[in-house]
Nanobody, 121 residues
Framework: QVRLVESGGGLVQPGGSLRLSCAAS????????MGWYRQAPGKQRELVAT???????NYADSVKGRFTISRDNSRNTVYLQMNSLKPEDTAVYYC???????????????WGQGTQVTVSS
């Protein structure tokens, strides 16, 4: 099994910054992609950013220019640098990974437990 452990969430003022971290551990043969999703109060869960192990990235329009996703493949860790935070960014942020755990060519979808990000003055 693959376990995703998130950290870095918390309370920040508008215009501030936070960096989220998600480390994958357990039985891991390979990880093809990792990403971040979020669910704000009264809204559906949405994609924030994804990154493949080749470094290709995708961002939601709402965070382009403010958020940056990166990863350390050797440590199976993905980061989300969040700058110029807005109250609208308040949400539970979930880490996601597409991983082959056993090395048998079967890629599964794994999720973290979520971490709260609150942007408020």
């Amino acid at each position: 099994q693959v376990r995703l452990v998130e950290s870095g969430g918390g309370l920040v003022q508008p215009g501030g910054s936070l960096r989220l971290s998600c480390a994958a551990s357990g039985s891991i043969f390979s990880i093809s992609a990792m990403g971040w999703y979020r669910q704000a109060p009264g809204k559906q869960r949405e994609l924030v950013a994804t990154i493949t192990n080749r470094g290709s990235t995708n961002y939601a329009d709402s965070v382009k220019g403010r958020f940056t996703i990166s990863r350390d493949n050797s440590r199976n860790t993905v980061y989300l640098q969040m700058n110029s935070l807005k109250p609208e960014d308040t949400a539970v942020y979930y880490c996601n990974a597409d991983a082959d755990s056993r090395g048998w060519g079967r890629v599964r979808d794994y999720w973290g437990q979520g971490t709260q990000v609150t942007v408020s003055s």
